[in-house]
């Protein structure tokens, strides 16, 4: 199947510091990917729908000055969480659509996720 | 109301049960349907997809009823493997998750 990547795989920080956060379709080009945040017990909350060469669409209540998303390239997306504060601190879960893909419909596939505690 | 609904759980069966999980949805021009499972602290990988003509996979069955919006997910002859978060995924344009039904399957 498709494989995606994230790194880091996990990081803390020190609060007010900036973390970058790299998703990567491995063996397929995702001209879409997508950006989540699961706190604990809770469920994927999309954050924000990065397209290649475009500006990111953002969900409600999501601050894009503060999560900076790029999308320079088939391949990779990066997620940047600004100013990161203890309240950021979550699961971070990037994924990719395979749009050459005809086993499934609108089939995403997940990267590993990245845990950001910031202290 | 909330765009997918699922019971929290925790279900708690023994090996060799039955369980049966449920999940409705607000938005009725969904297009398609998932059952995704998750480990503890890792990501949501697919199960399976669902269709309005039902359709199994092993000991695993899914069930769609577009009238109604709701999905379901039956699990027969439960391993202690498949003990995991299992999370209904409704799609319109992007995917929307369900908070999870929690499963432990117990020896």
């Known amino acids: 199947g498709a494989v995606v990547s994230q790194h880091p795989s996990w990081v803390i920080c020190k609060s007010g510091t900036s973390v970058k956060i790299e998703c990567r379709s491995l063996?397929?080009?995702?001209?879409?990917m997508f950006w989540y945040r699961q706190f604990p017990k809770q469920s994927l909350m999309l954050m924000a729908t990065s397209n290649e060469g475009s500006k990111a669409t953002y969900e409600q209540g999501v601050e894009k000055d503060k999560f900076l998303i790029n999308h320079a390239s088939l391949t990779l997306s990066t997620l940047t969480v600004t100013s990161a504060h203890p309240e950021d601190s979550s699961f971070y879960i990037c994924?990719?659509?395979?749009?050459?893909?005809?086993?499934?419909?609108?089939?995403?596939?997940f990267g590993p996720g990245t845990r950001l505690t910031v202290l | 109301r909330k765009e997918v609904e699922q019971d929290p759980g925790p279900f708690n069966v023994p090996e060799g049960a039955t369980v049966a999980f449920n999940c409705t949805y607000s938005?009725?021009?969904?297009?398609?349907f998932f059952w995704y499972r998750q480990d503890c602290r890792k990501e949501p990988k697919l199960l399976m997809s669902?269709?309005?003509s039902g359709n199994e996979d092993g000991r695993f069955t899914a069930q769609l009823n577009r009238a109604s919006q709701y999905i379901s997910l039956l699990i027969r002859d439960s391993k202690l493997s498949d003990s995991a978060t299992y999370l209904c995924v409704v799609t319109y344009n992007d995917m929307r998750f369900g908070a999870g039904t929690r499963l432990t399957v117990k020896p």
């Open positions: 669902v269709y309005s």
């Open positions: 063996d397929f080009q995702a001209t879409t």
């Open positions: 994924s990719a659509r395979d749009q050459a893909s005809g086993r499934v419909y609108n089939e995403q596939f």
């Open positions: 938005n009725s021009a969904s297009q398609s």
